[in-house]
């Protein structure tokens, strides 16, 4: 299912060896466990106008904790951060953001994420290509 999001309950019931209820009734208990957590599209970036992904490393002044929820809070609510990842090391956050072009990324730098209260550095690399994307956990 995670390669086949549309693949019918038949085709999966016939692929795993089950009949088509056990199929559908295991696949409901994947939901309810949480092991399944949504049925999404997913987009061509660059049919979609997205020519640019950039990985944005943030540092924050302190580390209060009233400064980190408004930090997490504020990047919740930027549709163009796909990801936000605390981190170690010399940065505290890794978002990776989708952006249209180049002024998007100065708007955005400038006017979404340097406003933020607590930002202290803002890092930016831009994604040249893409090497392996994947949505797919690594089970067997």
């Given at each position: ?5 549309r693949?019918?309950?038949a085709?999966?019931?016939r ?14 208990r ?5 092991y399944?957590?949504q ?7 660059e049919?979609?106008g997205?020519?640019?992904?950039c ?8 580390h ?6 408004d930090f997490?809070q504020?990047?919740q ?8 990842h605390?981190i170690t ?5 890794l978002l990776k953001v ?9 708007q ?5 994420l340097t406003p933020?209260?607590g930002?202290?550095?803002?890092h ?8 392996k994307?994947t ?6």
């Amino acid at each position: 299912m995670q390669h086949e999001g549309r693949i019918s309950n038949a085709d999966l019931a016939r692929k795993i060896g089950l009949s088509p209820p056990a199929s559908h009734a295991r696949t409901r208990r994947l939901e309810e466990a949480g092991y399944i957590q949504q049925f999404v599209a997913l987009l061509d970036k660059e049919k979609a106008g997205f020519d640019m992904v950039c990985f944005v490393m943030v540092s924050l002044s302190m580390h209060k904790t009233q400064q980190v929820q408004d930090f997490r809070q504020a990047v919740q609510d930027i549709p163009e951060v796909l990801e936000c990842h605390h981190i170690t090391g010399e940065y505290d956050y890794l978002l990776k953001v989708i952006i249209r072009n180049r002024k998007d990324l100065e708007q955005f730098v400038i006017e979404r994420l340097t406003p933020i209260p607590g930002v202290a550095r803002i890092h930016t690399s831009l994604v040249l290509s893409e090497v392996k994307t994947t949505t797919a956990l690594p089970i067997k």
